[in-house]
């Protein structure tokens, strides 16, 4: 059972547009939440953080959007640069119960010149 | 501060086999976690060490095991090996004291099971 959900396995933008990648998320004990990019033959680095007390982060270009009601959160990404294509995985983790992120299985993204 | 490193980088096993995989970490960080990822299936956790003891375990059978070493590095042991334990294994770190301490992940080692 999936309690990290990353619907869109692709998604392809032009360059200089914004790139929104979505998260849903079905526990809800998780209250804190990551994005992590990853470039093939490396690891996930991570990218941005939100814990749940809060509705937006953002860290120069990305921005990470959280809708609790929904369960959802979102990844903005203004403007989209080539070098932003990479697979994006969301995580999220409950801070009362284990250390461990839950992870999606990831959004491919590729940015256009 | 060097980054987390994994060794080898790749392998090529064949079935029944047994295989072993190296971890060291981010100097100073106590927290040790692995993870595998398979195409379409993203990162399945498979456990985590703190200070030497396995603080978590995934869902993964028993012939996957894992270790630390007092110095923090850690190593990966997987038994009677199959085709579908062929994947990406990923070693991450972190100081481990804090939920929300970020997780640094090392390049991979990436596992053919012939």
């Known amino acids: 059972d999936q309690q990290v959900k990353q619907n869109s396995p692709s998604l392809s933008v032009q360059e200089g547009r914004i790139s929104i990648l979505n998260c849903d998320y079905t526990n809800s004990m998780f209250d804190y939440f990551l994005w992590y990019k990853k470039y093939p033959a490396e690891g996930p680095t991570f990218l941005i953080s939100?814990?749940?007390?809060?509705d937006k982060n953002e860290d120069g270009r990305f921005t990470v959007f959280l809708n609790k009601s929904a369960k959802h959160l979102s990844l903005h990404i203004v403007p989209s640069q080539p070098g932003d294509s990479a697979v994006y995985f969301c995580?999220?983790?409950?801070?009362?119960?284990?250390?461990?992120?839950?992870f999606g299985r990831g959004t491919s993204l590729i940015v256009h010149p | 501060k060097a980054g987390v490193t994994q060794t080898p980088r790749y392998l090529i096993k064949t079935r029944g086999q047994q295989v072993t995989l190296s971890c060291s970490p981010i100097s100073g960080h106590r927290s040790v976690s692995w993870y595998q990822q398979t195409p379409g299936q993203g990162l399945q956790f498979l456990f985590e060490?703190?200070?030497?003891?396995?603080?978590n375990k995934g869902n993964f059978p028993g012939r996957f095991s894992g270790r630390q070493f007092s110095n923090s590095r850690s190593e990966m042991n997987v038994s009677t090996l199959e085709l579908g334990d062929s994947a990406l294994y990923l070693c991450a770190s972190s100081p481990g004291s804090e939920i929300t301490d970020t997780q640094y992940f090392g390049p991979g080692t990436r596992l053919t099971v012939l």
């Open positions: 939100i814990s749940s007390i809060k």
């Open positions: 060490y703190f200070s030497e003891t396995q603080r």
């Open positions: 995580a999220a983790s409950a801070t009362g119960g284990s250390y461990i992120p839950t």
